[in-house]
């Protein structure tokens, strides 16, 4: 059977300002076939794909785009913008990655797996202008070095038992040793 398409490509083409092509795309080279491709005079482009995905991409050329981006804008003040993958979602940002809204709001739906992991490679800050509440079954916390609790009010500990253990003088009865080593197990390394 010929790979040649029972129809050729409609193109539709302006001279100075891209193309509009429909028609499945036949080269072998390309990883992904596209059965639309809308095309700027920018190297700017919408290709809808065979296989039912898109790739939407904007200008890599030095000019203006360099410095006004690109927008997507959801312009009806109650109207929702969903963004919904059933696989996977990266986002990779060369530079500032910045979320604001008025209430901000993740929940992690796998129960059986470690749910909402942060990592720096240098710091994290949390700041709030009112409280921090941080609430779970079990906290830990874990310092390969120090750790400095500071208030300039009152500082409260309650708990049913409260332990103040340092290792250096052995003082720690044999059972409660055991039960701190096998909590703070993972933590070493």
Known sequence: MSDKPKFPPVIIQHPECGHLTMGGEKDKDVTRQRDIGLYGGSANALRLYKDGGFELRSSDDDSEQ???????????????????????????????????????????????????????????????????????????????????????GWQILIGQCIRLHEPVTKLCPAPLQDYINEQIATLKG
């Open 66 to 152: 360099e410095t006004l981006g690109s927008t997507i804008l959801q312009a009806c003040k109650d109207g929702k913008l969903l963004i919904k993958s059933l696989g996977h979602l990266h986002i990779d940002v060369a530079g500032d990655f910045t979320v604001s809204a008025n209430k901000i709001k993740m929940e992690a739906l796998n129960a059986s797996e470690d749910g909402i992991n942060l990592k720096a490679k240098h710091d994290i800050r949390l700041e709030a202008d009112n409280n921090v509440i941080i609430k779970g079954d079990n906290i830990t916390i874990d310092a390969k070095e120090r750790i400095v609790s500071h208030s300039e």
